[in-house]
C-alpha cells in the first residue's frame, strides 16, 4: 500500500478557490490510479473525481464538472485538487485515495490506501 497525506484544506467563503494536495509515499506512485472523495457530516463518502496512472484519463462526479480540476504530478508523487467556484455545498472532509489499477473507479471499494482527510468549509 502507499502512504497518503492531503494538505490545503481551509475555512473559504462561497465562490473562492482552494488547491488541495495529497502526497504519496511508501510505493511506486505511477502504478496507481489517484481518487479524491469527500464526507460531509452524517453523509456516505462521495465520489469526486479520479485520474489514471499516466495522468491521462480525468473523471468528475457531475456536481463538480467544470468547476474541480485533479491533476497529478509522478515527479513529485504528488496528486492535486483544484477547486473554483465553491459552493456551500462543497463542505466536507476530503480524502484522496490510491488504487492499484490503471483508470480507477468512482467507487471506494477500488481503492486500498487512503489519507487522513483534509477539511474544507464553505462560509456564505
Known amino acids: 500500500q502507499v502512504q497518503l497525506v492531503e494538505s490545503g484544506g481551509g475555512l473559504v467563503q462561497a465562490g473562492d478557490s482552494l488547491r488541495l494536495s495529497c502526497a504519496a509515499s511508501?510505493?511506486?506512485?505511477?502504478?496507481?490510479?489517484m481518487g479524491w472523495f469527500r464526507q460531509a457530516p452524517g453523509k456516505e463518502r462521495e465520489f469526486v473525481a479520479r485520474?489514471?496512472?499516466?495522468?491521462?484519463?480525468?473523471v468528475y462526479a457531475d456536481s463538480v464538472k467544470g468547476r474541480f480540476t485533479i491533476s497529478r504530478d509522478n515527479a513529485k508523487n504528488t496528486v492535486y485538487l483544484q477547486m473554483n467556484s465553491l459552493k456551500l455545498g462543497d463542505t466536507a472532509v476530503y480524502y484522496c485515495a490510491a488504487s492499484p489499477t490503471v483508470y480507477g473507479t468512482n467507487s471506494v471499494q477500488a481503492y486500498n490506501s487512503w489519507g487522513q482527510g483534509t477539511q474544507v468549509t464553505v462560509s456564505s
Open positions: 511508501g510505493r511506486t506512485f505511477s502504478n496507481y490510479a
Open positions: 485520474i489514471s496512472r499516466s495522468g491521462g484519463s480525468t
